[in-house]
């Protein structure tokens, strides 16, 4: 058999299982609304939480750079692509996270698929909660550590599986703070106390907190009026800061062992001035404009609530994430697809996303929705669930 006769017999294998995907093609900017496959629809399904993407002042600030630094880095942070634009937002990422250093990565991708094995290998242990995001789970396997996996948020499961801790040299407890399909927090108190307890460190992606939780925006660890102390905060600047990145936050030592360990830091093209800057102008305005943030926790308790009179079943949750639980993929799809033609944009997200049976849409909540759009939005996924 040839090599594409074989792969297309692997594509139907995932058509007849309705697990194949395809592209949807937005024809606008990411907003509340947008043009999508020549359609105009309410989207539900963005993580430009904040409206930021958007923004005047980013979209300056992204110009501006462009103008300034040129469009490309040029190297290597550690060869000849290390601006002081990127050394600016390292600064402003600490700060915002309350650490004393932070290092930027091309993606939240790279971050963790970078950190996670520059941290932990051979004859280290690592505990990954059972729904981490997929990039967790990609640097915990890239890592060669013995790893187990702990039902999800279940804190007791953890202690259980350190009970050989003293058989390994490092220990990594890692997990989602903000979890990315099913939006409820990991509980990080007891998380950090167990670390603590047992010598280990905590690995938190935040990419789904950051901007969205805590007095300032800064977190999941905020939220809770956590100190860093042993955890390792990662982020994404793709999400509630409306660009592309990913970072680590942690202490001075962390992050210059790090500039000298994490593969995906070093061999790779520094990140491009109009990303890292228009990060910048987003976290500025996070700062000045808390409002955005008050308003997005407004309508993500006003969208559960108008789902819950409508008899539509979703978990409690501070976030803007609202997964409905619809089980069969077949099923989800034929939600999204009616809702599609509602003019209602919320994703069908399928195994391996989500568990098998878990199959769900995973609609978000923008700070920039009306009331109008969380109404319009209620009542259309009320009427696709039948
Ligand atoms: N972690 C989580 C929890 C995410 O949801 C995502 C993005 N889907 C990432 C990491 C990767 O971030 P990025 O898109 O910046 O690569």
């Not at 404009?289 to 006003?302: I, V």
């Not at 501070?318 to 639980?325: F, G, R, Y």
Request: overall charge negative; glycine content about 10%.
């Amino acid at each position: 058999m040839n090599l594409n006769t074989e792969l297309s017999a692997d594509l139907d294998r995932l058509k007849g299982a309705h697990l194949h995907r395809r592209l949807r093609r937005t024809e606008s900017p990411p907003g509340p609304w947008a043009v999508v496959d020549s359609r105009r629809v309410l989207v539900l399904g963005s993580n430009n939480y904040l409206g930021l993407a958007t923004h005047p002042l980013v979209r300056e600030a992204a110009r501006e750079a462009t103008e300034t630094w040129g469009t490309g880095a040029s190297g290597s942070r550690l060869t000849s692509g290390n601006l002081d634009l990127h050394e600016a937002l390292e600064r402003d990422l600490a700060d915002f996270k309350h650490t004393e250093a932070a290092l930027l990565f091309g993606s939240g991708y790279a971050a963790n698929v970078g950190t996670i094995p520059a941290l932990a290998g051979p004859g280290d242990l690592i505990l990954s909660d059972k729904l981490n995001h997929a990039s967790l789970i990609d640097g915990v396997r890239l890592s060669r550590a013995e790893f187990r996996i702990y039902d999800h948020n279940d804190a007791d499961h953890v202690r259980e599986l350190l009970h050989d801790r003293d058989r390994f040299r490092r220990c990594l407890i890692v997990t989602d703070g903000v979890f990315s399909m099913d939006g409820d927090l990991a509980p990080l108190p007891e998380l950090q106390t167990i670390a603590a307890e047992h010598g280990a460190w905590l690995y938190v992606d935040d990419a789904h907190g950051a901007g969205v939780l805590g007095g300032s925006g800064g977190g999941s660890l905020e939220y809770f009026g956590m100190q860093p102390g042993n955890t390792i905060q990662m982020g994404t600047l793709s999400k509630a800061l409306g660009s592309e990145g990913g970072y680590i936050a942690g202490s001075r030592v962390l992050i210059d062992y790090l500039r000298n360990s994490a593969r995906s830091f070093i061999f790779t093209t520094a990140p491009s001035p109009a990303p890292v800057a228009a990060a910048r102008a987003a976290l500025r305005l996070l700062r000045a404009e808390p409002e955005r943030r008050e308003q997005l926790s407004l309508n993500s308790g006003h969208l559960r609530a108008l789902l819950s009179q409508r008899g539509v079943v979703t978990a409690d949750s501070v976030t803007p994430i609202i997964p409905v639980l619809i089980g069969s993929s077949q099923r989800a799809l034929a939600v999204s697809e009616s809702l599609e033609n509602a003019g209602v944009w919320a994703p069908a997200i399928r195994p391996p996303t989500v568990p098998e049976g878990a199959a769900r849409l995973r609609v978000s909540v923008m700070a920039t929705h009306t009331v109008e759009d969380l109404e319009r939005a209620a009542d259309a996924i009320a009427e696709a669930m039948g």
